[in-house]
Each structure stands twice: as C-alpha cells, then as structure tokens.
C-alpha cells in the first residue's frame, strides 16, 4: 500500500515538473536566417491548455497563429501569409529548453529552416 502511494506521488510530481517546463506563454524573438537575409520574428503565444494560440510578426507583416497545439515540450503551428496575392502555409514545430525554443519552419516545398527562438524578458 505505501509502496502504490510513493508510486502515485512520484508521478504526480514528475507531471508537474513536465508541465512547468512547458511555459510556451509570452513572447519569444528569432533571428530566422532566409535567401533574402536575416530577419527577426517576433512570437507572441498564448497557451490555454493543449491549444496554443497568437500572433507571429516579421518584416512581412503581423499574422495569426493557427492549428496551434502544445503536447508537453513540443509546439507545433501554422500561419497563413499572403505573398503578392497567392497564400502560403508555413508550419512550425518546436521543443522548449528552458527559455529557448529550436524550431523547424517549413513552406511548400522548400527545405526546412531551423532556428532557436528565446523568450522576451
């Protein structure tokens, strides 16, 4: 009986700890490295739960966050952007490190762009 009761609250607190280290909620800066140069998006996500939500903004302009889910340490989104007059999907999948994200942004068909996004303080 003890030994089911140590059991319990050993995993109750690593669950805890799991989701403490899953804050995706704030603001977060990249420096993202494209054909046309280095440009600096700036994230601002709120979490309600497992759905994620916000805004992403970028030289092009502001947009909203889409399909967005948090599954532990991962984060996972979309954003629609409008390039002269055709749509474009851009998928982003992440892992929190602290206060550091490493995401992979991809666009069609190109090649996957990998980059590290930190929280605004």
Known sequence: MIRKLLLAVLFLTLGS???LAADFGGKWTADITTPRG??????DFH???ATLTGKVTSPRGEGDISEGKIDGDNISFAQVMNFNGNEMKIVYTGKIAGDSIKFSRTMGDRPA???TATRVK
């Not at 280095?38 to 994230?43: D, G, K, N, W, Y």
């Open 38 to 43: 280095t440009q600096t998006v700036t994230f």
């Open 17 to 19: 700890v799991a989701v």
């Open 47 to 49: 979490v309600d739960g």
């Open 113 to 115: 762009v990998e980059f």
